[in-house]
Every structure is written in structure tokens, then in C-alpha cells.
């Protein structure tokens, strides 16, 4: 039996063009920033972002937590919405490795929205709170679906914090299913924030890495942060490649994606019309209600059928299409999610 893993975009392995592409990749020692294709992916990245440099580090939490840290200062706080990879999934690092602490908003699928961000927020709050120093925002949206922030709302919120001196983040880690589902060019999204974090081993399929952008003093800054956070590396120009290569050639194919995600929504809405609840598809990420089934014993017995996909509540299921599934297994898949949800 073939399996179709759609746990997450993170699964796919690299193509052997993309280990080509590593293997006569020019490569020297990063710390001392001697990487020459490093350096290059890091320049071609804060270009199209429209910032002036980039960092190139091992993960998206390593480059969120160094884009919030670079805004807040210890002791101070970060904004965001109750869903947020930031405040769910990253380990509590933020708190733990910088002192900062967060505060978070509701929101429906993870959206901002400029009234709930004005009501929460406290810049300068004096000696008796602690001082709002930046918001931060996540688009596409992992928890939420896939879902993408609407360009009015991401722009009324970088007004409201440039109002109050506080900084603006974006965790971009799928920035790039935002650019190709809108048309919205990446650097008109990167320009209303102070610091961006992008990531390669998402919808892209390199194997490791994200690329943080800023201004040069922040991304000088930064160097220094993520040595200390033990994450100077050396030869990386070999990850870099592979990054570089998934620039080339796998930012417009997320088309594809989006496509294999609403049709797997098309098979399950089909096999299953009552049981199925499926929240509806921005991106690459399909989200479903398990109803009074528990989300856990669906994934099990889908596995059991070949069909991989991730518990994310006790009855919400997410299936994430990617460069290693096919439009036709994801039709597969949603057919066998939707019988397992339609059945007694
Ligand atoms: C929205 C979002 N941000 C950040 C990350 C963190 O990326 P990494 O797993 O590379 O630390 C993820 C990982 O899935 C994510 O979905």
C-alpha cells in the first residue's frame, strides 16, 4: 500500500535536481560570512522582500525568535492571535531564551484584525505593566488552515504600530502560498514589516532553513543572537543551494498544491456531504471537523488506509498538500476521510 503523507508540508525529501544543485554548490565558512552561496541566497531573499539583508538560519523558530528579540527587549512583550505558531509551537523559546513575554488576541482562523490588535495592545505601559514592543503576524496561517491575512488589514495594523513606535513581525513561513494564491508581490508584503521570516522546508521543499530579513544593523544584530543561540554554522552553503534551487523552480508550482487541497475538499464534501465540515481552502492546508468523532481515531484508522494526515484539536483534522503528493491521491485521500467521517 502506498502511503500518502500529508501530516505537513515538512515531510517531502529533496528532488534529485535539488541535490544536484547542493552537491557543485560553492561553500566556505558562514560565521565568518565567507559562504559565498549563502551570502547569495541571502541577498536574493532580502531583495525580493524589499529589505536590506538576511540572515540564513537552520529553522523558523530560530528566525522568529530572532526577529521578535530584535523588537522586543527583554522584559517586554510581543502581540498575537491565540493561534500563532509563535505562542503554540516554539517551545516557549521566546520566554525562555529572551525574556520576553507574549499576549494574545482572538481571532477566527488565525486573521488579524486591526480592532483587536488596537484593544490589546499597551506601548509604554509605565511601571505597573508590562510594555507592548511589537505585534506579530502569521501569513498563510498554519493553525488556521492555510488561511491568508487580507493586504488592508496587515497594512492598517503596520499604520497602527508605526503610530505607537512599536514593531511589526511577520512569521512568513509560508509567505509564499500567500504571494502565489493573491498575486500580491512579496516584497509589497515584506515592506510593511520591520523584521520577516521565510522558510525553504515548507510548501518550497528544500530540506532545512529560513531566511530572516530586516535592515543591515538588525541583520548584524542577529548574527551575533543566533551564535549565541548556538546556531553559527559553517559549510551552509550546501542547504543554501538547496534553498536557491527551490527559489528557481517550486515558488510557482504551489499553484498546484492549492489545487490538490481543494480537490481533496472536493472528494471529502462528495463522499461524506452531512458528516463533512470542511473549513474552506485558502492555500495548501485543509482543516476539518471530526464532529462527534474524536480527531485521533480518524487519523488512526486513515493511516490504517494509507492516509496520513495530523490531529491538530481533539476533533479537527488537518491535510497539508505538498511537492510529494499528487492532485489524484489527494482526491484518494479525501475520499477516505470522508467515509471514515460518513460512517456510523
Ligand atoms: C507558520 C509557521 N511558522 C514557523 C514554523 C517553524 O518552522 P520550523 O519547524 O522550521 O522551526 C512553522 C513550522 O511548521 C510554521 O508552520
Not at 513575554?101 to 490589546?120: D, N
Not at 499604520?159 to 512599536?166: D, M, N
Request: aromatic share 4%; proline share 3%.
Amino acid at each position: 500500500m502506498s502511503v500518502i503523507d500529508l501530516r505537513s508540508d515538512t515531510v517531502t525529501m529533496p528532488t534529485q535536481r535539488m541535490r544536484e544543485a547542493m552537491l557543485a554548490a560553492p561553500v566556505g565558512d558562514d560565521v565568518y560570512a565567507e559562504d559565498p552561496t549563502v551570502n547569495e541566497l541571502e541577498r536574493q531573499v532580502a531583495q525580493l522582500l524589499g529589505h536590506e539583508a538576511g540572515l540564513f538560519c537552520v529553522s523558523g523558530s530560530m528566525c522568529n525568535m530572532l526577529g521578535v528579540r530584535l523588537l522586543v527587549e527583554p522584559g517586554q512583550e510581543v502581540v498575537c492571535d491565540v493561534q500563532a505558531h509563535i505562542a503554540r509551537a516554539e517551545m516557549g523559546g521566546h520566554a525562555a531564551a529572551h525574556g520576553l513575554t507574549m499576549r494574545t488576541f482572538p481571532s477566527t482562523r488565525g486573521k488579524v484584525q486591526l480592532a483587536e490588535v488596537a484593544k490589546i495592545i499597551s506601548p509604554s505601559a509605565g511601571p505597573y505593566l508590562v510594555s507592548t514592543a511589537a505585534v506579530a503576524v502569521e501569513n498563510t496561517h498554519n493553525f488556521g488552515g492555510g488561511t491568508i491575512q487580507p493586504f488592508d488589514e496587515l497594512t492598517a495594523v503596520a499604520e497602527l504600530c508605526r503610530e505607537h513606535g512599536i514593531g511589526y513581525h511577520l512569521d512568513g513561513a509560508r509567505l509564499w502560498n500567500a504571494h502565489i494564491a493573491t498575486g500580491v508581490a512579496l516584497e509589497a508584503y515584506g515592506r510593511l514589516f520591520d523584521t520577516v521570516s521565510v522558510c525553504f522546508s515548507k510548501g518550497l521543499g528544500a530540506p532545512v532553513g529560513t531566511v530572516l530579513v530586516s535592515t543591515a544593523d538588525n541583520i548584524a544584530r542577529a548574527r551575533i543572537l543566533r551564535k549565541r543561540l548556538g546556531g553559527g554554522w559553517r559549510q551552509a552553503g550546501i542547504l543554501a543551494a538547496a534553498a536557491l534551487y527551490a527559489l528557481d523552480h517550486h515558488v510557482e508550482r504551489l499553484a498546484d498544491d492549492h489545487a490538490a487541497a481543494r480537490a481533496l475538499a472536493g472528494a471529502l464534501a462528495e463522499r461524506s456531504p452531512s458528516a463533512a465540515k470542511v473549513e474552506s481552502v485558502a492555500t495548501n492546508i485543509v482543516v476539518l471537523d471530526t464532529g462527534d468523532k474524536p480527531a485521533a481515531a480518524v487519523a488512526q484508522a486513515a493511516a490504517a488506509q494509507g492516509v496520513l494526515v495530523s490531529a491538530l484539536g481533539r476533533h479537527t483534522l488537518r491535510a497539508v498538500t505538498h511537492l510529494d503528493v499528487t492532485t489524484e491521491q489527494c482526491v484518494r485521500a479525501g475520499g477516505v476521510l470522508g467515509d471514515l467521517l460518513s460512517a456510523p
